[in-house]
């Protein structure tokens, strides 16, 4: 059983614009929520978190967008860069546990 | 400097023997957690572990065992009931508050051979 989903496995955007990933989950349960990049052979590194009691946090070009009603988040990169492209991975925690999406690959085109 | 170490990077296994993974921290967390990354499936939760001398299986905790006998300390063993070892498995950590995010291991490959 899934709790969290990123339901696109890839995005492809240009430089310069914005790059939006997706992410649901299913477990009401959850109070926090977090964003992590990872590059080939490496461990996820953390980007940006943002709490249930929250609807957006904004850090830099990196803003997550938290829908509580719709148990729905998003990662928006404004401006995207080439060095940005890496697999993002959702995740959802609650005290005591964290599960993960099965990511999404972003490639940020020169 | 601070921060989670796991061992080996690329381990290779025989069919039917047992493997055990590396995980040591000295962030002083009381979390720690194993995760499995296989193509296409993001990072799967075999175990976890909130305190010293306790765990809890994950969403994949058979064919694995671990223990938590040093707060540093989480190794995870892949017994030979796991039918599908081969995979990445990432070691992770988490300080008190989850705001700050899970630190994570650079990784270890396991290969059945």
């Known amino acids: 059983d899934q709790q969290v989903k990123q339901n696109s496995p890839s995005l492809s955007v240009q430089e310069g614009r914005i790059s939006i990933l997706n992410c649901d989950y299913t477990n009401s349960m959850f109070d926090y929520f977090l964003w992590y990049k990872k590059y080939p052979a490496e461990g996820p590194t953390f980007l940006i978190s943002i709490s249930s009691i929250k609807d957006k946090n904004e850090d830099g070009r990196f803003t997550v967008f938290l829908n509580k009603s719709a148990k729905h988040l998003s990662l928006h990169i404004v401006p995207s860069q080439p060095g940005d492209s890496a697999v993002y991975f959702c995740a959802a925690s609650t005290f005591n546990d964290m599960r993960f999406g099965a990511g999404t690959r972003l490639t940020v085109k020169p | 400097d601070g921060g989670i170490t796991q061992s080996p990077k690329y381990l290779f296994r025989k069919e039917g023997q047992n493997v055990t993974l590396s995980c040591e921290q000295n962030l002083n967390h009381d979390a720690m957690y194993w995760y499995r990354q296989d193509p296409g499936q993001g990072l799967r939760l075999i175990y976890y572990?909130?305190?010293?001398?306790?765990?809890q299986k994950g969403d994949i905790a058979e064919g694995y065992s671990v223990s938590r006998e040093k707060k540093e300390s989480f190794p995870l063993t892949v017994t030979s009931a796991q039918k599908n070892p081969t995979a990445f498995y990432l070691c992770a950590s988490n300080p008190p508050g989850l705001n700050t995010g899970a630190f994570f291991g650079q990784g270890t490959r396991l290969t059945v051979v």
């Open positions: 572990s909130q305190i010293v001398n306790d765990f």
